[in-house]
C-alpha cells in the first residue's frame, strides 16, 4: 500500500511538474527511423544500459515497487513500460541530467546515473532513437502526439 502510494505521488509530481515546467523544447527530436543512428543507439544501449533496463528494454521485474534499499527497480523501456508516455525532449533531459534535478528534487534517490559527461548529446539521441524504434507503430504515433502535444505553438 505504501509502495503503491509513493508511486503514485511521484507520478502526480511528474505531471505536475510538465505542467509547471517547459520541457527544454531545444532538445533534438529522437529519429527512430535513421537506421545508422539507430544501429549505434544499440551499441551504446547494450553498453551503458542493457544491464539494468534489459537487452530488449524489458526492464527489471517488479519495476514498479521499492526494493528493500528504497529504490525503484529500473523499468521497461518498451511498450509495456512509461518511456513513451513522455516527450523526447523530457526523455532526453533524464538521460542527460538524471530525473531528481529535471524534476527540481535533489534528494529524489533513484539507481539511473546521470550521463552528462559520460555520454554525448548524439550518443543520448541515438540510445533514445534505438529505444523508440523498439516500440510498435501505434506506441510510436501516440508518443510522436505527445511530442506535437508539447511543442511550442508555431503561430
Given amino acids: ?5 509513493l ?3 511521484l507520478i502526480a509530481t511528474l505531471l505536475l511538474w510538465q505542467r509547471q515546467r517547459p520541457v527544454d ?3 533534438p527530436l529522437l529519429r527512430p527511423g535513421d537506421d545508422t543512428l539507430v544501429i549505434r543507439g544499440a551499441a551504446i544501449y547494450s ?3 542493457a544491464s539494468c533496463h534489459g537487452a530488449s528494454g524489458e526492464g527489471q521485474p517488479n519495476w514498479r515497487q521499492r ?3 528504497g529504490l525503484l527497480p529500473a523499468p521497461p523501456h518498451d511498450s509495456s513500460g512509461h518511456t513513451w508516455h513522455h516527450p523526447d525532449a523530457q526523455l532526453f533531459a533524464i538521460t542527460k541530467l538524471g530525473l531528481p534535478r529535471v524534476i527540481n528534487q ?6 539511473m ?3 552528462e559527461g559520460v555520454l554525448s548529446d548524439d550518443d543520448i539521441i541515438a540510445v533514445l532513437s534505438w529505444i523508440k524504434a523498439q516500440w510498435p507503430p501505434e506506441v510510436r504515433a501516440h508518443q510522436d502526439q505527445i511530442n506535437a502535444q508539447a511543442a511550442p505553438a508555431t503561430r
Avoid: F, K
Fill in 1 to 5: 500500500m505504501v509502495v503503491t502510494l
Fill in 7 to 9: 508511486s503514485l505521488l
Fill in 25 to 27: 523544447r531545444a532538445a
Fill in 47 to 49: 553498453r551503458h544500459c
Fill in 67 to 69: 526494493g528493500p534499499d
Fill in 106 to 111: 535533489p534528494n529524489y534517490q533513484t539507481a
Fill in 113 to 115: 546515473p546521470v550521463y
